[in-house]
């Protein structure tokens, strides 16, 4: 289990989404600087990570499940 909590990376991509202040969180730097270069891939990218977070699915940098 991550050290690194479900509920932030949620409200991190929801309101930050687009500049990837969820990927920043998990430490996923490379792709989160992507997502910022990109606007979160034109919103897409976005709304993928946040339907991952929200089921679950979403891993840290250490592919680890994010604790609830």
Excluded: E
Aim: net charge positive; glycine share 14%; charged share 15%.
């Amino acid at each position: 289990m991550s050290d690194k909590k479900f509920l932030p990376a949620l409200l991190l991509a929801i309101f930050l989404g687009f500049a990837g202040g969820h990927r920043f969180y998990v430490g996923k730097t490379g792709t989160a600087i992507l997502q910022l270069v990109t606007c979160g891939g034109a919103g897409v990218w976005v709304l993928i990570d946040i339907v991952m977070i929200a089921m679950g699915k979403f891993l840290d940098k250490n592919n680890l499940p994010l604790a609830k």
